[in-house]
DNA sequence: CCCAACTACGTTAACGCTAACGTTCATTTT
DNA sequence: AAAATGAACGTTAGCGTTAACGTAGTTGGG
């Protein structure tokens, strides 16, 4: 007990004794054994954290912010990606709850009904961060995917577009890209344009989707306006803009989403979106601990995005 | 027993007894305790991997391609991101050693003393990946990184460029970047070119970096070719050279570092070195599992990179 | 019909740690 | 000087799991 105390820092050893023990406990190499200490005290400062992806700046940005204030709170964390499907992050789920993690965050609203049912049957805290819901599992932070696009679409028609086109990743891998579309052709649909072609190019480089989506939809459809899952998907179709000749924004307009750091190199200011990733990440981890600790917080938060008009509209 | 038995699906109970077993622990919601186990058996099936970053491309490739391998063969990992700082790998590395991990793997050949003297100690497999040294902890798959600068010069002098220039990061982030600087110095060495100027613009997006990495170098400077840490860098360097009105790669070359997708999109294809990143990943995981189950291998492997001439110089 | 051999299931102890409660002994209080 | 206090250190038991061994009950070979 005398070396638990003193190697733990907590008080009843005398500095004598103390400085003894961790004198002995280094010429040992000796590390304790924290599965030891989680099975003894039932607790434990793991936070599991599912992304979809490492790919992309995005989740790094929520991610970071995430980290940065779980460890200030002494919380460490543990990361899976599920490649956006909803079997993997059960699987990841079912581990992580082996480990008696201190609270569980997952991207995105929509998961395998299993995973639901474990996690609302389990007293853990639970995030779900970078999309909304108006029933979360517990707590959310998330910004408005229907609303963004929305806006996107507003924009669009203000500016004249009349043919817009969108493209995404295959059918069924990001839901919010779907909730975007689906809030551009909200817009459209008022003024009566019901055609808003998708092109769906197969899993690749960021970059090198929106190239061959690009290229796809000017070939098969005459859209005046393309709308990018992101800004290196837009970047990618403005590359295809010009090999083909079409000059932006007049024979084509760009709009790409997440305002991500290649735009702000780019001769041409991208029009996109902004979304407050690290902000997000912040703002989940914060409510997280204070669920943690008891107090009381807003579960349901929708933090706004930001229209960024740029030269390519 | 009997329970642990049925649930771990080792033989010793009927197959009756099973069915009922987990037909309970279904309605209970019971989740096995992993911490109990690992205690208990003494053995974990967990892989700490520590990477400088989350951000790009590069280290998600490698970190893919190690977490396949992994996931194949039962074992999950845990990550952590060091920033740079071999101190953050040390605290890191102390934190893995109390989880009773299978193995380590960490980012490079540069690390804390304490923290080499504690893997050192301990009979734990070690991996250092995507650098290179010939005194490794444990094993070691990475590239050479100043072979690479050497293939850099060589390619800049037979081009006829006579003052290159670099960009990196800030001093001692990233030392690889500064072997692969010095591999350029040694080439232009020998052709009596001793002034290598080098930009460190400060850490910020790597499109950033590079276009005020490249304006600062033109500005004080007289330099007619830049390399650049790598391709995201490249590419913002290009788009300065773009505003600057030189023309690239007649008034200015470029080279870049790593052939990210980014470049597959350029209208004018970058000068560059592939880095086997994924290869590397599954390469490096395969002998680590090699390693672990005692089988014998190649401690040292130093892959091949591809230099990539492109219309950039 | 007996005993070996096997299957199905159970009991015990140990993994490393810490909460809770003991013990010792020097110091202060009365 | 006796009693009370408290700091420093020790002992016990239990966290959930599993390896190793134990014990019924069943099968089958001679």
Redesign the pocket.
């Known amino acids: ?2 070396v ?1 105390r003193a ?2 820092g907590v ?4 500095e ?2 103390r400085a003894e023990i961790l004198k002995i406990a280094r010429t040992l190499n000796y590390v ?2 924290s599965n ?2 989680s ?4 607790n434990s400062n793991l936070v599991g954290i599912s992304l979809p992806t490492f790919a992309g700046e995005v989740f790094a940005e929520i991610l970071n912010g995430m980290r940065q204030t779980f460890e200030k709170a002494g919380y460490s964390s543990v990361i899976d990606t599920t490649e956006y499907s909803r079997d993997a992050e059960l699987i990841w789920v079912r581990r992580l709850l082996s480990w008696q993690p201190a609270a569980v965050i997952l991207t995105g609203v929509d998961h395998h009904p299993e995973t639901y049912a474990l996690l609302k049957a389990s007293p853990l805290p639970v995030l779900e961060i970078w999309d909304h819901t108006d029933d979360p599992i517990d707590l959310c932070v998330g910004i408005d995917h229907f609303k963004a696009g929305q806006a996107i679409g507003q924009h669009a028609t203000e500016r004249g577009y009349k043919c817009p086109a969108f493209v995404s990743t295959p059918k069924g891998h990001d839901i919010r890209a779907d909730a975007r579309l689906a809030g551009i052709r909200d817009i459209y649909r008022q003024i009566g344009q019901n055609h808003v072609p998708v092109s769906r190019p197969p899993l690749q480089s960021a970059f090198t989707a929106g190239f061959q989506g690009a290229t796809e939809l000017i070939n098969e459809e005459q859209p005046d306006i393309i709308c990018f899952l992101n800004d290196h998907m837009a970047f990618g179709g403005m590359m295809a803009c010009n090999s083909l000749g079409l000059s932006i924004p007049d024979d084509m307009g760009v709009v790409g989403f997440n305002s991500l750091d290649l735009a702000s190199v780019l001769p041409k200011r991208l029009t996109t979106i902004r979304t407050p990733r690290r902000l997000m990440g912040v703002t989940g981890a914060r409510n997280l601990l204070a669920r943690i600790n008891g107090v009381p917080i807003e579960r349901n938060i929708v933090l706004p995005v930001e229209f960024v008009s740029g030269e390519t509209t």
Chains 1, 2 share one sequence.
Request: no cysteine; aromatic share 0%.
């Open positions: 007990m005398t638990s190697l733990r008080e009843g050893v005398s004598k004794k304790p054994n030891a200490r099975l003894a005290v039932a």
